[in-house]
């Protein structure tokens, strides 16, 4: 099959993928989606840092930094911008669900466009809808961007709206988590809260970075279990993910909040940390 | 990447998958495992029927059965003997989360070797051990064999010991589910029951069979929850699949069985209803 993208698998282009990778059998693997910007792929040292830890989460070998970037760097020889997506995973070997230490990851590395977002977005905010799925507590994946994802492809398939951004995701508990594609922040006067992760959820690395840069916005920055009772009581509501940085959410489960400006004062926060990367 | 194994991607021979496939990013489609004799596959019927259902839980456009029987005859065309694997992935498209309905799932049979068992596992029993991972209870997608299956991995990474043949998984609140491959059943003196799957596990055909078969062996089968407690008190414990069929479990959690004669006459009920077939 011809594949529309260009890709690297295992540093050749065009390559495809075997039918007995374990990637696509069990979802054994993980991922990351990280912006390119004239051909630098941004914040890159938390995205691989990351991209080991959660490797090592599962006992998986993660290719060397220097491959990857080597990677990027050929898929953006042209000096673009777009997203680099990042998979990684334990290869085509090991009988059933048993894995053979000697077969080597599958390292692919694909090119896709930047997603093209109303303009809109930063000055008036975004709109989320609350979704029905429940997320599994599963703490031995929980925080981990690996590649078992149908509880948001299921999620994601909850609304048809063009004008609805993301979907909140509870977990079974009734807890807040995050959004389908996002992590969230939720300002309750001056302080930052984002939910707890240890049971379900993925811990992007722009939700590590705000929680760094509250302090210097006068916020407190914590994790904690937040209920859907106390996220509609927050001050603001922020998703943030690495390729659009961080928007305000100004509906969500029936209220309207007023555009305010820490998504904005994130986004340059985000934006300066990187000029200085 | 040339992959090792007699496969069709949509029917052609030795075709690969794309790196963007949904199947290999977030583990969105199905899967099935069925052993062929003499180049027939078996129970064809009831693992269509459970694929179909399946896809359509994932609301995934499933093959035709003539498409894939066509497949599998192409695979086996020299009457040999093995094992079939079927996975129906959503295919390549969609951005994100979202699925675009215009993209076709993809079809992929492979034919592999049937696995080689020790003989005295009909004899003596097989020996199970008592996995730490505890199931996440997800209900949207209890039942199916779907292709998120990083709980197996993680589970069966739990041993080495090759005398051990599949490790039972509990639930999140102690109830026994099933085996990494494997369903169970339990018989408690005229009683055979087999846990309830509506919160986590994968409802294999070779279990719906023991359970219409049972009544012809004087039992009376049922669907309960069954803690660790209660299965340590079962006269007898059965796992099975569709490729190995049934057998006793003598050694499990410290406790010691004497080996019985229910796996072997549902191994010989379930090959004679093979050939009624």
Redesign the interface.
Known sequence: ?????P?L??GRPD??????????????GV?RTLPVIDGKPQVWALHYQKLSTDCSR??LSCPSASDLLQDIQHLYADQASGVAKI?I??G?GG?????NPEVAS?R?V?RTAM?QYPEHYAETGVQLTLCS?RL???P??AGIK????????????EWQDPEIFDGILLD?QGFAVEG??SNILLRFGSRLLTPDLRNCGVAGVTRDRILQLASSLGLQAGIADISLEQMMRADEIIVCNSLFGAWQATQFNGKTWQPQKLAEQLKYLLQEQHEID
Do not use: C, W
């Open positions: 099959m011809t594949h529309p993208l890709a698998v295992n390559a495809l993928i075997s039918p007995a990778d374990r990637g696509l059998a069990y979802g054994d991922f599962l006992s998979i995973s334990r085509a009988r059933g669900y048993a894995i599958t692919i694909m997603p799925l599994a507590h599963q031995k994946l690996h590649l078992n994802r149908l509880e948001n492809v299921l999620a994601r398939m079974q389908t594609m």
